[in-house]
């Protein structure tokens, strides 16, 4: 029992630190994104010079670390499912409600403006 709520303790100050991370990983992209919208409004550049295509490369590559944080929090809230309940499979933690919480999650995040 004592192993049990020590590693549901750990995993839950790691589940804590992932969302932190997905946090300030989302809040840097869409502010990169409004910078990026605005310079090229204001007609700083053109959507074609590199600035822009750098700084949407950058968005790109914060999206992507945002999705690996996210199934990395979701690995982890299955796996304190999994401590709850005393279960030893994982595919127990996978209802179709969560399977789709999950994919609806990373489809919304996935959307970012593409470089080029």
Known sequence: LSHRLGRRKILFEKR???????????????????????????????????????????????TVVLLVLIVAYHMLEIQLFMIDNCADDWRIAMTWQRMMQIGMELLVCAVHPIPG
């Open 16 to 62: 804590k630190k992932i969302s932190d991370y997905a946090l300030v990983m989302g809040m840097f992209g869409i502010i990169t994104m409004v910078i990026e919208n605005e310079l090229s409004s204001a007609g700083v550049y053109n959507k074609e010079d590199l600035m822009s295509t750098g700084l949407k490369t950058l968005i790109s590559i914060s």
